[in-house]
């Protein structure tokens, strides 16, 4: 089950829960405002690859079916982030852990282990998402983050997208980009 909590501003260990304290959690509404979506539909009992790009075979799953199919997901890919799965693994995490944006929402939907989204809120202090299995997320068009595996260093997960996938991330300052007016105009002003 998802949960978020303001995290410091000094990140020794990006691995580690990072909580203030004391612990300011972030409730679903807070994370809503800044125009995140989130559903959990337990993963277990369904098979897939560990990696798959693109992704589209018959869905077993009916609950993640008729999400894909209300909200427009088209496209589909899975990856497995772990030291074993992910060529230049370190230097992919790095690069992951560097803050951005993208110029269309980001969904992700995590299969098996866990991990940490990091987004922005409207004061520009950190808020920290911990996702696990079941946990699907879409961050907005233009929102600030980052991504960073947790302790456990392994996350399978899908990526889904509305159309043809855009994986470029515009790394900050990205204040003038269309992406980013279009967020700030829409939930930050």
């Known amino acids: 089950m998802m949960e978020s909590w303001y ?21 679903p509404e807070q994370l809503k405002d800044l125009g995140i979506k989130s559903w959990s539909i337990p993963s277990e009992g369904y098979t897939y690859p560990a990696k798959a790009v693109p992704w589209n075979p018959d869905i077993e799953d009916p609950a993640l079916a008729a999400l894909r199919k209300e909200e427009g997901y088209d496209y589909a890919d899975i990856i497995t982030c ?42 520009e202090r950190w808020i920290r998402v911990q996702l696990s299995a079941g946990d699907l997320i879409v961050l907005p068009e233009g929102i600030y983050h980052r991504f960073t595996m947790d302790s456990n260093n392994f ?35």
């Open 7 to 27: 995290m410091s501003a000094d990140v020794v260990d990006q691995t580690a829960e990072n909580r203030l304290s004391p612990n300011q959690p972030v409730t």
């Open 82 to 123: 772990s030291e074993e799965c992910l060529p230049d693994y370190h230097n992919k995490l790095k690069a992951f852990f560097q803050e951005h944006i993208h110029s269309d929402d980001e969904i992700r939907y995590i299969l098996k282990g866990s991990g940490y989204f990091d987004v922005r809120d409207k004061e």
């Open 155 to 189: 996350t399978h997960a899908m990526r889904l997208f509305k159309g043809e996938p855009v994986w470029t991330p515009i790394n900050r300052p990205a204040d003038d980009h269309e992406s980013r007016k279009k967020y700030v105009d829409t939930f930050v002003s």
